[in-house]
């Protein structure tokens, strides 16, 4: 984004604009940092090349292919040349006469931050004198004197014209260096794009928002810098904003598969687009999982009175059915009780998977060390599948562990291994691949060798209630895998390959950190039996355990044990004081505390303890309670 010019900068502009010279400022990187509208006429260059960023080599090159150098031979050994000179810049003076037959002045300066800056001066009228007056010296004196009084006049007008231009020049530079600072700091893509569609300015930022983009993009086409693929994504937006119309939109970056955030602002001063892009990858993945979870509130507050209501009417259907079983019936009847009776039974099931769909559920991701999951999961799997149909795991993801709910993930993957099975028929294959894409995703994918999905399938398959299994499927497999990935802000994708049918789940990539060091964790508990138990584990872990079975033992042993580097209590203790009791007394500065629960989350208890501490859902093992500790009660 270009930055707003201050009144200074207006003024410093309107003066350039007003001498008779031509001014041109590059930087060490040879690229435009100011010029004045006389540059641009004198060589009448086209806007591109007098924008803050244009190439000193393409201007260069357009003037010699124009043949303002007049014949220079091999061009792109010309403009090497010139560019060579330029990065070993010196002072100097010279004189050329173009191939329009004008005479300039040359004089350049470096500058101390590296670059220069040159003033080019229309000498066609003094030549021209001079040449008069050398061939009528004796007959001109008088304009000679008076000619000469004007060249000198017009030096010292040039160097105060120079020394004005170099101070406006230290002005504008340091004026520069502030703005890009505070631009680089701003975790964000932050640039202006000219009517042409090429970068005017641009902070550093353009390849961390959009990894594969041009760090450096001044002076290029959005499409050379973004790539052929984004840059027809966000085009109509650009000539919205061409148009005078702002936006602000989201898109996939699917070099990355970054969700980014884009505003446009016109720019209704001199034309083009000012640009703000944003990562926003981790926000769409929690807003993702919010919604699903709105969601399914609402799906239990439509669902649980019909469900009832249903419940009770199966109740009485079964009840009634039973009575017929034990009656003197005609023949065939009997058949038709146990069909009755066998329908019954299965809508009761249908009722327990809705409320599994429906009913609370969080997701609670612990750090899981993805091989070990992976063998877990092929263990079960296998016994689930025919000896002619082969699966095969690949973890293409490498070793480390990453914040998983291990139980949600090895029911859905579970699923969609049986679906393929189902898929295969009696022979077949499976592949079930584990890879992380581009440091955002953890991608699952289940292929098989079967059919593949119909056109009705890709369309309605994470639809619930649709199967195309007749009367032996619920519909509610797929329909379970998305809303269980969708609660962990993910993605669930149906494609068909040359071979069969894939189904592509994606989870945010959150790496679990290492687990820290052991220490001596004083243990509240109040139940003998479950406190041996969690000891158990903690010395597994390598801790030392201190044992109380009350808040009032616990506060009374801390201040004898100033080593105890952590607290681990249950919330529901014996006597009258609860685990957020003993959160509540702590001495300041107290060691990290942490509860453990068997109350259900929305159990008002258990809400309240949230609000004070980390806490862990019993039952739990080993692992999740040293990754719950390591994790400092990271969920």
Same mark, same amino acid.
């Given at each position: 984004?270009?930055? +707003?010019?201050?009144?200074? *900068? ?22 435009? /940092? ?59 003076? $010279? ?23 040159t003033v080019y001066t229309d000498i066609t ?48 530079? /340091? ?9 680089? $700091? ?29 760090? *450096? ?95 009770n009417l199966l109740t009485i259907i079964l ?11 005609? +023949? ?51 016994s689930t599948l025919p000896d002619a149909v ?89 329909? $379970? ?78 201040? *004898? ?23 509540? /007394? ?9 509860? $453990? ?29 040293? /990754? ?8």
């Amino acid at each position: 984004m270009t930055p +707003a010019p201050t009144d200074t *900068d207006t003024m410093t502009m309107a003066g350039l604009n007003l001498i008779q010279q031509a001014l041109s400022i590059y930087d060490a990187n040879l690229r435009l /940092a100011v010029c004045n509208q006389r540059f641009q006429e004198m060589f009448a260059l086209p806007d591109h090349l007098v924008t803050p960023g244009a190439s000193f080599a393409d201007t260069i090159r357009h003037l010699a292919e124009r043949g303002d150098y007049g014949d220079v031979g091999d061009v792109a050994a010309f403009v090497r040349a010139r560019v060579d000179q330029a990065r070993a810049f010196e002072p100097h003076y $010279m004189e050329r006469t173009r191939a329009n037959g004008r005479t300039i002045s040359v004089e350049g300066t470096p500058l101390p931050e590296g670059g220069w800056v040159t003033v080019y001066t229309d000498i066609t009228r003094t030549k021209r004198q001079e040449a008069l007056l050398r061939a009528r010296s004796a007959e001109l004196s008088d304009q000679l004197l008076s000619y000469s009084e004007e060249l000198a006049a017009t030096n010292r007008e040039l160097s105060a014209t120079i020394t004005a231009l170099e101070e406006a020049k230290r002005q504008l530079t /340091a004026s520069e260096a502030r703005t890009r600072l505070t631009t680089e $700091m701003m975790p964000a893509h932050i640039a202006h794009v000219g009517r042409d569609r090429r970068y005017t300015y641009s902070n550093r930022r353009l390849s961390t928002v959009m990894p594969g983009s041009q760090s *450096d993009p001044v002076g290029l086409h959005a499409r050379d810098a973004l790539g052929e693929e984004t840059f027809a994504v966000i085009a109509p937006y650009l000539d919205r904003a061409d148009r005078g119309e702002p936006s602000v939109f989201e898109f996939t970056h699917e070099p990355s598969s970054r969700r980014i955030r884009v505003a446009f602002t016109p720019d209704e001063t001199e034309g083009g687009v000012y640009i703000l892009s944003m990562d926003i990858t981790e926000e769409a993945q929690t807003r993702a999982a919010l919604q699903q979870t709105r969601r399914r509130e609402m799906a239990a507050q439509l669902t649980s009175g019909l469900a009832h209501d249903f419940s009770n009417l199966l109740t009485i259907i079964l009840g009634l059915q039973s009575k017929l079983q034990r009656m003197d019936l005609p +023949a065939g009847a009997e058949e038709m009780v146990a069909g009755t009776l066998a329908a019954a039974r299965r809508g009761g099931g249908l009722l327990n998977r809705i409320a599994d769909m429906t009913g609370p559920r969080e997701h609670a991701p612990v750090p899981t060390d993805l091989a070990n999951f992976l063998g877990d999961l092929e263990t079960l799997a296998r016994s689930t599948l025919p000896d002619a149909v082969t699966l095969t795991v690949n973890n293409l993801a490498g070793s480390g562990a990453f914040l998983l709910d291990a139980a949600m993930l090895q029911d859905s993957l579970l699923n969609l291994v049986i679906n393929a099975r189902d898929a295969c028929g009696p022979r077949g294959r499976i592949d079930l691949t584990a890879r992380l894409v581009q440091d955002t995703w953890l991608e699952f994918t289940i292929s098989d060798t079967g059919p593949g999905f119909s056109d009705e399938a890709l369309a309605h398959a994470l639809d619930p209630f649709f199967t195309t299994k007749g009367g032996e499927g619920s519909g509610l497999g797929l329909s $379970m895998v998305y809303d269980m990935t969708k609660l962990a802000g993910g993605r669930v994708t149906l494609n068909n390959t040359d071979t069969g049918g894939q189904v592509t789940l994606r989870l945010p990539l959150r790496r679990a950190d290492r687990p820290g060091d052991p220490g001596l964790v004083l243990l509240v508990e109040d139940s003998p039996d479950l406190r041996g138990a969690v000891r158990d584990m903690l010395r597994e872990a390598g801790h030392a355990v201190v044992e109380a079975a009350s808040a009032g033992e616990a506060l009374a042993l801390l201040p *004898d044990l100033p080593e105890i580097s952590a607290l681990l209590s249950d919330i529901s203790l014996e006597g009258a004081r609860t685990g957020l009791d003993l959160i509540d /007394a702590l001495p300041e500065g107290h060691c990290p505390a942490y509860l $453990m629960t068997s109350l259900p989350p929305d159990d008002p208890l258990h809400r309240a303890a949230r609000a004070r501490a980390p806490v862990l859902r019993k039952p739990f093992t080993s692992a999740q309670l040293d /990754a719950f500790l390591a994790g400092g009660g990271a969920p």
